[in-house]
C-alpha cells in the first residue's frame, strides 16, 4: 500500500504536524506536550490513524526529532488510556538507517514513511548516479533490506513478531536525561543521565542554521563524514590516519617516543569524548619514583587480545597474536574458530602457535576434547561484545575448504551462531557447562563472557555463583573480522558502565574475591587499562588495537573478504600482503604496560592489585567544556559500597569444583590406569546414578592428554554402567573409550562426542517398550565432532543440535532435532517432532517415515528431502545393524526383518547448500574422483578456494 493509499483509506485519519517555529519563545517541550493533546482530543472524536509529519520544514521553522514525538505520544495516550484506539504512523526525512527504524518502531510506531530517503534514491537515479535499475525496484531494495535489518534486530532479542517488538523498548539510553527517559520514553534506563529537551532542540536548531543560513554553495554539499570509516574534515574517528601511522611506526621500530605521541592524541580532552573514560580525570595524589611501580613484566602477563578467529581473520594474523602473546606470558583468544591441531606444538623456531583462550561459543566450531585440553582458560560465549544477542557471523565467502575443516562445517555456507549460546536457558545451565569444562580440562580456568549492558552485574553474580573461575564484560566497540557493518554501531553498551556495575554488585553480595573480572573493548591506551582497573577489572583486552599493529588499516571490509593488507581475509592472494610480525604485537602490549606504569606512579601505586577497583582516585574531568558532556553524572561508576572495606576488592579464592569426588576421579580412571599407561584392553562394569555428572570426561581427557587426537585404538575401554546417569554422559570422549549405559540418561547425553563411542539401552527388567519411551534427555549430542552411537529409544528435543562429524542411530527425536547441523549422519527409526533440521548447512539426516507425515514436521527452509539411494541405503542398513548388535533394538531387528519393504520408506534429508555445492563441483569436472566427499577431500588438501559469491563456480585458488 502506497503512502497516498493510506492516507486515503476509510480510517479517519488526520495529519499532524512536529515542525516547531525557529523563533518560538516556549520551550520544546511545551510543543510536545501540546501536540499530545491535540491527538488526544481528536483520537476522542474518532480518529483512527494519526500520522505525525515533518513535511514543510522551510527557514522559519524546524521539526521536533522524529523519536521523542513518537514515544513522547505512545506513552502520553497509553497514560490516557487512549493508546488501544489509534495507530501512530510517522512521515519523517530524518529516519534513513536500520537503526533508526527499529527505534521508532520499538518506541511505539505502526508505519515509518522516510519520504527524504526514497526522494534520494529517485535524484540518484535521474542524475545517473545509480544505473541499471528502475525508481520502483530501487526503492524496493532499499526497503527490502531495511526489513531484513529490523527483523535481525528482533531476532537478536528473541522476538519473532512484529507485534511483539512494537513499543517493547528493548533498548537502553546512553548519555539521555533521566527525567527526560521517565516524561517521554518511560520505562528506559540510563546510567550515566546525560542530555535535556532543551540540549535536543539546539542540537536541531543548529542543524537547521546550517540547511538554511549557510552560504548556498555550502548549502548545495553534504558535510564529509562516515559513522565507520574517517574522513577529512568529517567527523573524528580515535583511529585515523594519524593515529594509525603513529601507532603502526611506534611498534615497527620498537620507538616508545612515537607510542606517546600516539596515546597524547587519544587523550587530550578535547578528542577523547567518544568515550565514558574520557570523561573522567585522575585526581591528584602523592608520586612515587617509577622503579617502585611493579615490572613491565608482571603486567603484560595481564593482557589477553581479543576473540577473533580463524576465518574472520587471516591464519598468518592469528597465529602472530597467539605467538606474541604466549612470548608475553600472556593470553591470546581462539574466538569461536576452531584451531588447527598442529598448532598445539611448538614451531621451529620454538614457539607455541596455540592461543592459550580456547573459546566454546555455540560448541560446534572444532570443539573437541584435543581443543579443550589444550588451553589455559577455556572462554563460554554467553554474548558477543560487538554484535550481542546475535552471536557470531562468519560470511560464507570467508569459509574456504580449510576453514570449514577447521570449523567442522561446510565449505561456501555462513557460519552463524544464534543465541542462545550453548543452549543456556539460565544459571544452573551454566553451571553446568562450567562443569563439565572443568571435567575436561581440570587444569583450565573457565570464563564466561557477557556483555555490558544494565542489569550484567546481576548475571556476573550468578556466573560466579556457577563457580566460573572469570568473567569478562565486553564493551560494544569492535566487531573485527567478520562484524556487518549494520552490527557495528547501536549494540551494546561501553564496558565503563557495565564494567562499574559489575564490580559493585559482587562487592554487594561478597563474590568479588571468588572471581576474576576482565574487561575489553576498543582498549588503544595505557590511561584506558588504568582506568579499567580503577573501576575494577583485573585483566584486559585489546582486540582491533593489535590487528592494527600488524597492518590493519580499518577499511571495513573485514564482512567481504576483501582486507587488502591480508589481515581479514582468507583470499591467498590478499594474504601475501600481510607484513605483520608477532615482535610488533610484543612491542604493543610492552608501550602499554610500561605507559600503566607511569600512571601508576604518578597515582602512588606499586603493584595492579592495589589499583583495582580504587575509584576514589578518579573524578569527573571537569576541565571538559562541551555542551553535550554538562549533564552527564559519572557517580554511578564511581559509587563505591560500604562493602568495599571488607572484601577483597579483587579476585583471592579459588572456585571450588569439586573434581575430585566425581566418579571418574573415584572409580573410573583407577579402574582403566592399564589401558592409560600401556594401552591394554579393559572392560569394567559398575553402577551409576544421577547425581554422577559428567560420567566419563575426566576419563576421556587422560585419554587425549597421553594420546593427542588419535585416541586409543576403538574399544581399548569398555565400560558398562547400569542405573540413569546425571547430565552430560560421556560428555567429549574421545576415540578408544566405548560407554554403554544400562538404564537411562539425563539432557546433555553425548555432548561434544569426540571420537568415542556411546551405547544405551533399557534394562532387560524393563517392562515398557523402547522404541516407543524417552531413554535420554534434551540436547543430546549437542555439538558433537566425531565418533558413533546407538539409542534404543527416543531422545528429547534438540537432538544432535550442532553436530558436525558423530554418527548416530535412534529411534525418535523431540522438536528441533539436527538444528544447525553441520556434519555427520544420524539414523532415526521413528517419529520426529516439528522444526526438524532448521539452520541445518551440513551432513545428513535419514528418517523412517511410517506415516508419511515427517514433511509436515521438517523445516524445509535450508534442506531438500527426498528418497535415500540405493548405495545410501546400503549405508543405512550398516548403521542399523550395529545398532541391533550393540543395543538388541527390538525396532532394528524389526527394521531389518522387512528390509526390503521398510527401506523404501526413508526419507533422507540434505542440506541445499550440499546439493549446490555438489552440482558446482560436477561443473568444474573434477576427474578420477567416484564421490563428491572424495572430490571434496582433494579441494581441501590442495587448498582450493570454493568462491560461491562471485561467479558461482569453483575457482582456483
Known sequence: MVWSQLTNSSFKTEIFSIRVPVEGQSKIAVYVDRLCKNVASSIKNGTELVILSDRGVNKDSYSIPSLLAVSGLHHYLIRAGLRAKVSIMLESAEPREVHHFATLLGFGAEVVFPYLVFDTIRSLIEHGDIRGIGEEQAIDTFCQAAASGIVKVMSKMGISTLQSYQGAQVFEAVGVDQDVLDQYFTGTYSS???????????????????????????????????????????????????????????CRTNDYSLFKQYT??????????????GLLAFKKNKSIALDEVESVERIVKRFKTGAMSYGSISEEAHEALAIAMNRLGGKSNSGEGGEAPERFLADPNGDLRRSAIKQVASGRFGVNSYYLLNADEIQIKMAQGAKPGEGGHLPGSKVY???????????????????????????????????????????????????????????AAGVAKGRADLVLISGYDGGTGAAPRTSLKHAGLPWEIGLAETHQTLLLNKLRDRIVVETDGKMMTGRDVVIAALLGAEEYGFSTAPLVVLGCILMRVCHLNTCPVGVATQDPSLRKKFIGTPEHVVHFMTFIAQEVREYMAQLGVRTMDELIGRTDLLEANQAIEHWKAKGVDLSSLLYQPDEVHSVSRYATIEQVHGLDKTLDQQELIPRCEAALERKEKVESTLSIRNINRVAGTMLGSEITKRYGIEGLAEDTIKLTLIGSAGQSFGAFIPRGLSMRLVGDANDFFGKG??????IVRPSKRSTFVAADNVIIGNVAFYGATAGEAYVNGIAGERFCVRNSGANVVVEGVGDHGCEYMTGGTVVILGETGKNFAAGMSGGIAYVLDFDQQFAKHCNQELVVIGNASEEELSGIQAMVERHVYYTKSERGKEVLKSWDKISKQFIRVIPRDYMVMKKRIDRFKVKGYDSYKAALAAFEESKVAVDIVKDGDVNNG
Open 192 to 250: 550515566i543521565d546525560g542530555i535535556h529537551l532543551d540540549r535536543m532542540a539546539e542540537e536541531m536548531r543548529l542543524k537547521h542554521r546550517q540547511a538554511f543560513y549557510s552560504n548556498r554553495s555550502e548549502r548545495l554539499h553534504l558535510e564529509s563524514g562516515d559513522d565507520f570509516q574517517w574522513r577529512q574534515e568529517g567527523e573524528d574517528h580515535q583511529y585515523n590516519p594519524q593515529t594509525i601511522h603513529l601507532l603502526q611506526q611506534a
Open 264 to 277: 597524547s592524541l587519544l587523550n587530550d580532552t578535547n578528542h577523547n569524548l567518544q568515550s565514558i573514560r
Open 401 to 459: 575448504p580449510w576453514i570449514a575443516e577447521v570449523r567442522g562445517s561446510t565449505p561456501g555456507v555462513d557460519l552463524i551462531s544464534p543465541p542462545p549460546h550453548h543452549d543456556i536457558y539460565s544459571i544452573e545451565d551454566l553451571a553446568e557447562l562450567i562443569h563439565n569444562l572443568k571435567n575436561a580440562n581440570p587444569k583450565a580456568r573457565v570464563s564466561v563472557k557477557l556483555v555490558s549492558g544494565g542489569g550484567v552485574g546481576t548475571i
Open 753 to 758: 562426542l569426540s571420537g568415542g563411542k556411546l
